[in-house]
């Protein structure tokens, strides 16, 4: 008589909470993991997502750096070379460009620049995204950037759960990995995750509900908006929501399994919209699936400015009643 399995214990964590969670647990695995950034260390981070790491394993392990993003990559571009298992902060997605020469020049092409005699196992997690009341250079949403260069994985998740997961993925990847990580929904609500480490797998979308009539494409913290718009236009389009989680490499598969089923689609994300990686979703669908195409793909995106200040944050985001009129737009050609 076969035992039954015993199920993982759970915590009800908020996304914040389970980046801590997911660092805590890859430490305790594996000893090459370290965490290096501006105030992770007594501080907690700017975010507070690396609180308590300091006093459990140690200023060597939990690396207080100066305020130089150039450094703090490079640095953990050459731990990464030689072994170690760097996850480096960014306080802030619009403070990353400092060392975006370090990252596409440097951590990019390790492999194939070495012809895979070295690997460059790194995370470069930095919250990302508006909605917050911050100043200027702290809402960037600028994914597409990084989406756009071969040798980096780009993820962005939305629940606790994929948060912890898809992070100790990261970490464990041999190659670099940018993990965004949105902080309009840093504490906004709380989910299930499992003790102990567990892995979401890079590269895979999910579809958190089915639909039949038009097909959103999302990710980040815009796939709380956008299942809230689909929730409204219940009984009028049946609407499928598609969680890309990880926006380079993008799940073609499930894209298009999707929009195949549907013939109609939008895309919702807050970046700006010219160059931004709804385009990109466009033209896979156009290049893939085009004899199932009902109507023209909608784009439900940020605005072609920069960020704007606090009266203009609400109007900038896509929310929920933009995203039920493009929604209609769609279902209406």
């Known amino acids: 008589m076969s035992q039954a399995v015993e199920e993982p214990e759970t915590q009800n964590l908020t996304l914040v909470q389970a980046v801590r969670d997911g660092l805590r647990d890859e430490m305790n695995e594996d000893e090459r993991v370290l965490v290096m950034g501006e105030d992770v260390g007594k501080n907690g981070g700017v975010f507070r997502a690396t609180e308590g790491l300091f006093d459990e394993f140690g200023g060597d392990r939990v690396i207080d750096t100066p305020l130089a993003e150039s450094g703090i990559v490079g640095t953990a571009i050459g731990m990464a070379a030689y072994g170690m298992r760097p996850v480096a902060e960014m306080q802030f997605m619009g403070f990353i460009y400092p060392a975006f020469d370090q990252i596409v020049s440097h951590a990019a092409r390790l492999r194939t620049r070495s012809r895979g005699r070295f690997t460059c196992p790194l995370v470069v997690r930095a919250p990302y995204g508006g909605g917050i009341r911050a100043p200027e250079h702290h809402s960037e949403s ?35 990995v940018i993990f965004l990580e949105p902080k309009l929904i840093y504490r906004a609500f709380r989910g299930e995750v499992p003790d102990g480490p567990y892995e979401v797998p890079i590269g895979e979308a999910a579809v958190r509900r089915e639909g039949e009539d038009v097909s959103v494409f999302t990710y980040g913290a815009m796939t709380r908006p956008t299942l809230e718009a689909a929730e409204q236009l219940e009984g009028e389009v049946s609407v499928e929501v598609v969680d890309l989680r990880t926006v380079s490499p993008l799940d073609e598969e499930t894209v298009l399994e999707s929009f195949r089923k549907t013939g109609r689609a939008a895309v919702v994300h807050e970046a700006p919209k010219s160059g931004g990686l709804a385009g990109e979703i466009t033209a896979t669908i156009q290049e893939e699936a085009l004899l199932y195409q009902e109507a023209p793909v909608k784009r439900i995106t940020g605005f072609d400015t920069p960020f704007p200040l606090y009266a203009l944050e609400d109007y900038y985001l896509p929310e929920a009643t933009r995203i039920v009129e493009g929604i209609r737009e769609v279902a209406e050609f």
């Open 142 to 176: 600028t994914e597409a950037f990084f989406s756009h260069y071969p040798g980096l994985k780009v993820v962005i998740p939305s629940t606790p759960y994929d948060t912890k997961g898809l992070l100790i993925s990261a970490i464990r990847d041999p190659d670099p």
